[in-house]
T-cell receptor
Framework: GAVVSQHPSRVICKSGTSVKIECRSL??????MFWYRQFPKQSLMLMAT?????????EQGVEKDKFLINHASLTLSTLTVTSAHPEDSSFYIC????????????FGEGSWLTVV | AQSVTQLGSHVSVSEGALVLLRCNYSSSVPPYLFWYVQYPNQGLQLLLK??????LVKGINGFEAEFKKSETSFHLTKPSAHMSDAAEYFCAVSDPGGYNKLIFGAGTRLAVHP
């Protein structure tokens, strides 16, 4: 079946550096992907909607310049956390819509980011 | 704006007992509703979804949920809990027909004890 893959699954970076997380749809083309963040023992908070070939749509309160989203192809969206700080440490999860399969939403396995 | 409220951040049941996880939604129009399960350090797995067809939805692992418009509810149930059901459960809502962004509830942690 359709799979959404995230890479890396875990990453540790130094404060002040940037880190990129990839979200790939392996079996289908996804014109729309979503990025969520989840703090420990909390719910998923939508950060932004990633649209292939156009700018991402960010939710209120999410810094566009800090969380850069690029959706350059129909199977790949990337989230870059720029100038990371310890408070950015979180679980980041992406999802993708398979519009050729009844608009089914598939979630990635998530990426743990730890900023030290 | 749409929102989802999950009553009870923690639910504990005995193995074999009924599981009832509550979810109420707020939406100006009947939305699409979802239940997801999340095991520790993992992503989300879809249990079931309501998309304006049958109000009683059957999902995987013996779970089901009933959409009640009059109560704006979409509670998740399972007749007999299993130890492997212990996990975090999230109710989510989206715009009908668009399968757009999902808005998640705060989650309910289900514990199952022998």
């Amino acid at each position: 079946g359709a799979v959404v893959s995230q890479h890396p699954s875990r990453v540790i970076c130094k404060s002040g550096t940037s880190v990129k997380i990839e979200c790939r749809s392996l079996d289908f083309q996804a014109t729309t992907m979503f990025w969520y963040r989840q703090f420990p023992k909390q719910s998923l908070m939508l950060m932004a909607t990633s649209n292939e070939g156009s700018k991402a749509t960010y939710e209120q309160g999410v810094e566009k310049d800090k969380f850069l989203i690029n959706h350059a192809s129909l199977t790949l969206s990337t989230l870059t956390v720029t100038s990371a700080h310890p408070e950015d440490s979180s679980f980041y999860i992406c999802s993708a819509i398979d519009r050729d399969s009844g608009n089914t939403i598939y979630f990635g396995e998530g990426s743990w980011l730890t900023v030290v | 704006a749409q929102s989802v409220t999950q009553l009870g951040s923690h639910v504990s049941v005995s193995e074999g007992a009924l599981v009832l996880l509550r979810c109420n939604y707020s939406s100006s129009v009947p939305p699409y509703l979802f239940w997801y399960v999340q095991y520790p350090n993992q992503g989300l797995q879809l249990l079931l979804k309501y998309t304006s067809a049958a109000t009683l939805v059957k999902g995987i692992n013996g779970f089901e949920a009933e959409f009640k418009k009059s109560e704006t509810s979409f509670h998740l149930t399972k007749p007999s809990a299993h130890m492997s059901d212990a996990a975090e459960y999230f109710c989510a809502v989206s715009d009908p027909g668009g399968y757009n962004k999902l808005i998640f509830g705060a989650g309910t942690r289900l514990a199952v004890h022998p």
